[in-house]
């Protein structure tokens, strides 16, 4: 266990490669199948690497989740393209992940496995975009597809640009830019699809502030150099607070049954509370506390202790 260090000792965070042993892995997983792919491909001689490669390809994936498959896939046919979730099945039982790999572009060079899209990995689960061309009850009709004939899918997820592509929300987070990608498409004669209530215009960005004493607060920790454990600066942690805020993180339940009740969420290092005003529109940041990653883990686990009386 662990790549050896100084004086024999080992990493405690570390496995050799041989310790991945996908008779271990595998069923280490623990995770069930929501349906498997039918395919053009019959075997991995010729499959595409990308389904991008072969437009024309086709395929079929009849669901078996639950008596009711079918609720599960409302709504999917506003979507044009899918993220498919699933498992290397392929790779056999015999092999040994290696942290090199030898991607075929490359003519015999060597890249680190997680820099590729190589399917012997550590854990062989693979990402797959595929157009969706139609949404019959608990099957779903795809093309440009790059999966072997009886692939386990793990899960479905829709194609959203303005999440899936790197700064098509714009710079606070509240723009759909894909909708100038879809109508370019558009006019190309290609489908490019999401229903308006996913993207960040669907919702009214939230007015944040910042109250004095947690502004107080920010800027005693800043001067005590309390150490963050993730984000580079204090005026990271602020731009940071402000975007989790604005975007109006709370559930449902939250919002109809706890009006006027604080919302408390944890940020780096810290415990943050704030109140929503729903009819401002508005965000009030009340405090802010430093806290010990034991407790954020025990308020995760539900275990934290109770305060003080």
């Known amino acids: 266990r662990g790549r050896q260090e100084k004086g024999g000792r080992r990493a405690a965070d570390c496995f050799e490669e041989s310790?991945?042993?996908?008779?271990?892995?595998?069923?280490?997983?623990?995770?069930?199948?929501?349906?498997?792919?039918?395919?053009c491909f019959p075997r991995r001689n010729g499959c595409p690497r990308q389904g991008s490669v072969c437009?024309?390809?086709?395929?079929?994936?009849?669901?078996?989740?639950?008596?009711?498959?079918?609720?599960?896939?409302?709504?999917?046919?506003?979507?044009?393209?899918?993220?498919?979730i699933f498992l290397f099945d392929g790779n056999g039982m015999n092999y040994t992940p290696r942290p090199s790999v030898c991607p075929p572009r490359l003519n015999g060079k060597t890249k680190g496995v997680f820099a590729t899209r190589a399917?012997?990995?550590?854990?062989?689960i693979g990402l797959s975009l595929c157009k969706l061309d139609e949404v019959k009850g608990r099957s779903l009709l795809l093309s440009g597809v790059d999966l072997v004939d009886g692939t386990p899918i793990l899960d479905i997820k829709p194609y959203i640009p303005c999440y899936d592509v790197p700064f098509a929300n714009g710079p606070d987070g509240s723009e759909?830019?894909?909708?100038?990608?879809?109508?370019?498409?558009?006019?190309?004669g290609k489908d490019l699809r999401y229903p308006d209530w996913c993207v960040p215009p669907a919702r009214k960005i939230i007015e944040v502030i910042i109250s004095p004493e947690a502004e107080k607060q920010l800027l005693q920790y800043e001067e005590e150099g309390v150490e963050l454990r993730a984000l580079p600066d204090?005026?990271?942690?602020?731009?940071?607070?402000?975007?989790?805020?604005q975007a109006d993180p709370r559930s449902v339940?939250?919002?109809?049954?706890?009006?006027?009740?604080v919302y408390p969420f944890?940020?780096?290092?810290?415990d943050i509370t704030t109140t929503f005003d729903d009819a401002a529109g508005s965000a009030l940041v009340v405090a802010v506390s430093v806290v010990s990653r034991d407790a954020q883990r025990d308020a995760k686990a539900g275990t934290a202790a109770a305060p003080p009386p």
């Open 19 to 39: 310790l991945w042993d996908p008779k271990v892995v595998m069923p280490a997983l623990g995770i069930r199948p929501v349906g498997h792919i039918s395919t």
């Open 55 to 84: 437009p024309e390809s086709r395929a079929r994936l009849d669901l078996v989740f639950g008596s009711n498959a079918h609720h599960a896939t409302a709504g999917l046919e506003d979507f044009s393209h899918v993220w498919l």
């Open 119 to 124: 399917p012997h990995r550590p854990c062989p």
């Open 176 to 188: 759909d830019r894909g909708a100038e990608l879809c109508a370019k498409l558009g006019g190309e």
């Open 234 to 245: 204090w005026t990271a942690v602020r731009t940071a607070m402000k975007q989790v805020l």
């Open 253 to 261: 339940y939250r919002k109809e049954s706890c009006v006027g009740q």
């Open 266 to 270: 944890y940020l780096d290092c810290l």
